[in-house]
């Protein structure tokens, strides 16, 4: 099946430094992306859509200064979170879809744990 | 804005039981999937619904999804501790695959 894969799983950053996440389709070509950020015990909040080749749709509140996506291919995907704070430490997901994906279903990644001292 | 509304928020139940978890739209969805998770780990897929009335089982869950598209039900019968953990409900309601969520259920399951 369809598998994507999230690389780091955890990061620890001091506070000024950027991090970034990348969100990688093993076995199919994903089109487009889309990065969630999940609080503690919150559901996952949509940060931003990414098609690959063009420019990420971000949602209404979303920094983009602050959250930069890139999808430069159709098997990658990056978030890079710029001089992270205390307040973005959270837990980030990925998901894609695609040609060679399930039909209709979102695969999502394993998540990246980001921790900013 | 569409939204996503799940009950109960949290349960516990003891192993052997049979639990029921709701997910209500205010919309007519194009898809309604249930995911589960466990604490600080990505998602699983169980099932998706996508047609009014349809019912789906998948070893001891089964998921619901009424004719109107708007509510949803999963159903874990004889419930063990390994089916402890969040569950999701996602929807995509503009069939783009932008997918909205609800708030979770989290199940724990007392052996």
């Known amino acids: 099946g369809a598998v994507v894969s999230q690389h780091p799983s955890r990061v620890i950053c001091k506070s000024g430094t950027s991090v970034k996440i990348e969100c990688r389709s093993l076995?199919?070509?994903?089109?487009?992306m889309f990065w969630y950020r999940q609080f503690p015990k919150q559901s996952l909040m949509l940060m931003a859509t990414s098609n690959e080749g063009s420019k990420a749709t971000y949602e209404q509140g979303v920094e983009k200064d602050k959250f930069l996506i890139n999808h430069a291919s159709l098997t990658l995907s990056t978030l890079t979170v710029t001089s992270a704070h205390p307040e973005d430490s959270s837990f980030y997901i990925c998901?894609?879809?695609?040609?060679?994906?399930?039909?209709?279903?979102?695969?999502f990644g394993a998540g990246s744990r980001l921790t900013v001292l | 804005s569409q939204e996503l509304e799940q009950s109960p928020q949290s349960l516990i139940v003891q192993e052997g039981k049979n639990l029921t978890i709701n997910c209500t739209s205010s919309k007519t969805l194009y898809g309604l999937y249930w995911y589960k998770q466990k604490y600080g780990e990505g998602l699983i897929f169980l099932m998706m619904?996508?047609?009014?009335?349809e019912e789906k089982s998948h070893e001891k869950i089964t998921a619901k999804l009424d004719e109107k598209k708007q509510q949803s039900s999963l159903h874990i019968t004889a419930s063990q501790p390994s089916h402890a953990g969040i569950y999701l409900c996602g929807a995509d309601a503009s069939g783009t695959y932008k997918y909205i969520f609800g708030t979770g259920t989290r199940l724990k399951v007392l052996a």
């Open positions: 076995d199919f070509q994903a089109t487009t």
């Open positions: 619904l996508q047609k009014g009335g």
């Open positions: 998901s894609a879809s695609g040609q060679g994906a399930g039909a209709n279903v979102l695969t």
